[in-house]
């Protein structure tokens, strides 16, 4: 049994880096678009056969060291009574964003358990399938990233109007962040009782705000929701692309066993910024350092490990793989990781 | 006659703080959006009577420290040959964006004082128009940033195909890059002759590359094109949002009197990162605390002026006006800044 990506994740020696690839059962595999010619995206995600045999896909073909369960980080507005649709290339919508009072106020707080109930069972099927050979990783999106969906409708520049709501009604965002934040937290818990071994908290949008805001609004929900999960014992990892800034207050705020890193940063100031805290650090490729000749991804992935160097480190791109990455490529990052060693 | 712009950026003393706003010519307008509805976007810029109105609007209506010429940075692709639509709330798009060896050898270098000899008359009838209230500022676009657009034809949020050149053909990316280089730095220099005060450098995609890519591929050539305009004594305000990390090393490389500073900092935290350089400091107000009531704003916009300290300090926005902020906001934010004195 490979266990190397959960004695990173805990900050045990490895023998070598594990290596895992975010949005890895994703288009840039033939394997997912046959998959997905058969059926929409949530179709996907509500029908446990299929989402695991996409959560397996990179396990058989790449190699990587660590399963994610296919989702997406939208069900848990969803399952509150938001319509969504998602196409993959436009991006997911909500049918009636949030606009008034009123709107907010009608959120429902379900049991995850029951209105989630097709992701932990593809949690439960895809541990039996994996049969022990990587760990599964769980994950929710973080409750700034969610509500800033729930108000625009869908992914914008600015966030404008999220932001707005922010300085406008910063009650309003608090109740919703609140709320968000809790039953991302449960929901996180109903996970690890399905079977996940780690759990990935995405705050995709952290980006979008300012310190200022980002200390009000983003982190102490990011936090809320992570202390949920923390009586579990099992691992959270808390990414929040765009806010290199705040590593350190992430770190603390949340206890987080793993920072994800972003690919702003190279992997010498991301060490350099994150070797005296006690967290792993999970990151940070360039996606689009994949489109390099495999001999070059090669080099990269290798000076990446080696300014990590070895150790409380999880290697992972720092953002989703691009749909048109050829596989080759995905391969070759993986095995050079694979093959590291320290000099 | 109020130079207290310019003597901002040159960090002579002021007696108060002058401000402007990025896009302040600009559709939150209501007399911006009547001129607007006579002229689609890509005939205003290439109109100087429309251009000159929409430029002087803030002046005469918000009471600005500065004007901006009114224009858009694509007009120097387009003079090179690439067909450009500007659709206001889809953003512009190149016709045929650069995808063959042989689309980057086409591309024209053209004299500027020919090819964009409309903005250059734009700045001539502006200043004039002006009679020196304020000073008048011309602009142009970053190597890097123009590449990325001309490579993908429109903006987007991955950046992918331009930043698999840079992986794929680096030698066709340098290329490209030090051709804009040149062009914009004669652009540039066209500009001030014509009666530019000051000229800022958008690097409006730094934020695009890491840190590896952006010292390689956005640095130099944004340095490269502010080296044009140092003989003319002008300063240069050399900004790249989205790479708050590189600071220092662009006040070093590119040489320039003012770093335009974008909001995702606090205040705080700019002035003490730019407080020991040897330039003065443009921003970063977000834009979206513009949605604030007026009374927050101004509490705002004082804290904002008491971070920096009153001095080598040129009050803005940390990005682009937005679209739908009262005008209100906007004068609110003005007025705070210029009744604003140090305790």
């Given at each position: 049994?490979n266990?190397?990506f959960l004695?990173?994740?805990r900050?045990?020696?490895?023998?070598?880096?594990?290596v895992w690839m975010?949005?890895?059962a994703?288009?840039?595999?033939p394997?997912y678009?046959?998959v997905r010619?058969r059926?929409?995206?949530l179709?996907?995600?509500?029908?446990?056969?299929?989402?695991?045999?996409?959560t397996l896909?990179?396990?058989d073909l790449?190699?990587?060291?660590?399963?994610?369960?296919?989702?997406?980080?939208?069900?848990?507005?969803?399952?509150?009574?938001?319509?969504l649709?998602?196409d993959?290339g436009?991006?997911?919508?909500?049918?009636?964003?949030?606009?008034?009072?009123?709107?907010?106020?009608?959120l429902?707080?379900?049991?995850?358990r029951e209105a989630?109930a097709?992701?932990?069972?593809?949690?439960?099927?895809?541990?039996?399938?994996?049969?022990?050979?990587?760990?599964?990783?769980?994950?929710?999106?973080?409750?700034?990233?969610l509500?800033?969906?729930?108000?625009?409708?869908?992914?914008t520049?600015?966030?404008?109007?999220?932001?707005?709501?922010?300085?406008?009604?910063?009650?309003?965002?608090?109740?919703l962040?609140?709320?968000?934040a809790d039953?991302?937290g449960?929901f996180?818990?109903?996970?690890v009782?399905?079977?996940?071994?780690?759990?990935?908290l995405?705050?995709?949008?952290?980006?979008?705000?300012?310190?200022?805001?980002?200390?009000?609004?983003?982190?102490?929900?990011?936090?809320?929701?992570a202390?949920?999960?923390?009586?579990t014992g099992?691992?959270v990892?808390?990414?929040?692309?765009g806010a290199?800034?705040a590593?350190?207050?992430?770190?603390?705020a949340?206890?987080a066993?793993?920072?994800?890193?972003?690919?702003?940063?190279?992997?010498?100031?991301?060490?350099a910024?994150?070797a005296?805290l006690?967290?792993?650090?999970?990151?940070?490729?360039?996606?689009?350092?994949?489109?390099?000749?495999?001999a070059e991804?090669r080099?990269r992935a290798?000076?990446?490990?080696?300014?990590?160097?070895?150790?409380?480190?999880v290697?992972?791109?720092?953002?989703g793989?691009?749909p048109d990455?050829?596989?080759?490529?995905?391969?070759?990052?993986?095995?050079?990781?694979?093959e590291?060693?320290?000099?």
């Open positions: 049994m266990d190397l004695r990173a994740c900050g045990e020696h490895v023998e070598r880096v594990p975010m949005r890895q994703g288009r840039y595999l394997e678009r046959r010619e059926a929409d995206f179709t996907m995600c509500r029908t446990p056969e299929l989402a695991v045999e996409v896909q990179p396990v790449i190699g990587v060291d660590a399963a994610i369960i296919f989702s997406d980080i939208l069900v848990v507005p969803q399952a509150m009574g938001m319509g649709s998602v993959e436009v991006g997911p919508i909500f049918h009636a964003p949030l606009k008034h009072e009123d709107d907010f106020a009608q429902r707080e379900p049991d995850p989630l097709y992701m932990l069972d593809a949690l439960r099927l895809a541990r039996r399938e994996l049969d022990g050979r990587v760990p599964l990783i769980g994950f929710a999106g973080a409750p700034w990233t509500a800033s969906y729930m108000i625009e409708g869908r992914g520049k600015q966030f404008a109007k999220a932001k707005r709501l922010l300085v406008e009604r910063p009650d309003l965002a608090h109740d962040l609140a709320k968000l039953q991302v449960r996180l818990v109903a996970q009782e399905a079977g996940a071994q780690a759990v990935q995405f705050d995709s949008w952290a980006g979008a705000l300012g310190e200022r805001d980002f200390r009000e609004f983003a982190l102490p929900y990011m936090a809320r929701a202390q949920h999960v923390r009586p099992v691992p990892i808390a990414f929040a692309p290199a800034w590593l350190e207050e992430i770190a603390e949340t206890g066993s793993v920072l994800g890193l972003d690919w702003t940063m190279d992997a010498t100031t991301a060490h910024r994150t005296a006690p967290v792993s650090r999970q990151g940070n490729f360039d996606p689009c350092w994949l489109y390099a000749p495999p991804i080099r290798h000076a990446m490990c080696d300014a990590f160097g070895g150790q409380r480190h290697a992972n791109l720092g953002h793989i691009l990455v050829p596989p080759a490529h995905a391969l070759a990052f993986v095995e050079a990781v694979q590291w060693r320290p000099a």
